[in-house]
Nanobody
Framework: QVQLVESGGGLVQAGDSLRLSCAAA????????AGWFRQAPGKEREFVAS????????SYADSVKGRFTISRDNAKRTVDLQMNSLKADDTAVYYC???????????????WGQGTQVTVSS
């Protein structure tokens, strides 16, 4: 079991930046892929970004590529999502995830945080 706690959500204006952070309680986090998903009102949950255990492999959804950056600090057991040039379409609940492999998070990761709301006003 990996417990995840997100922080950093809030209300911002279009064009602003926001940084989400996720802390894991277990040391096993350091050996697993981590990432972020999001769910907008009335929409399916969707993949946002993924990072492997050693931070040597990252991937992004096309909708956020060039604007969002995922990073992790295994010493602190955290994974962050830096979000720049935010748009109204980025409004969603953002979930931190950890999967059972060390590479890329799957479409249905094993562990989920409780979510943090990001609202972007236009």
């Amino acid at each position: 079991q990996v417990q995840l706690v997100e922080s950093g959500g809030g209300l911002v204006q279009a064009g602003d930046s926001l940084r989400l952070s996720c802390a894991a309680a277990e040391e096993t986090f350091t050996r697993h892929a981590a990432g972020w998903f999001r769910q907008a009102p009335g929409k399916e949950r969707e993949f946002v970004a993924s990072i492997n255990w050693s931070s040597t492999l990252v991937s992004y959804a096309d909708s956020v590529k060039g604007r969002f950056t995922i990073s992790r600090d295994n010493a602190k057991r955290t994974v962050d999502l830096q979000m720049n040039s935010l748009k109204a379409d980025d409004t969603a609940v953002y979930y931190c995830v950890v999967d059972l492999n060390s590479g890329v998070v799957s479409g249905d990761p094993a562990y989920w945080g409780q979510g943090t709301q990001v609202t972007v006003s236009s």
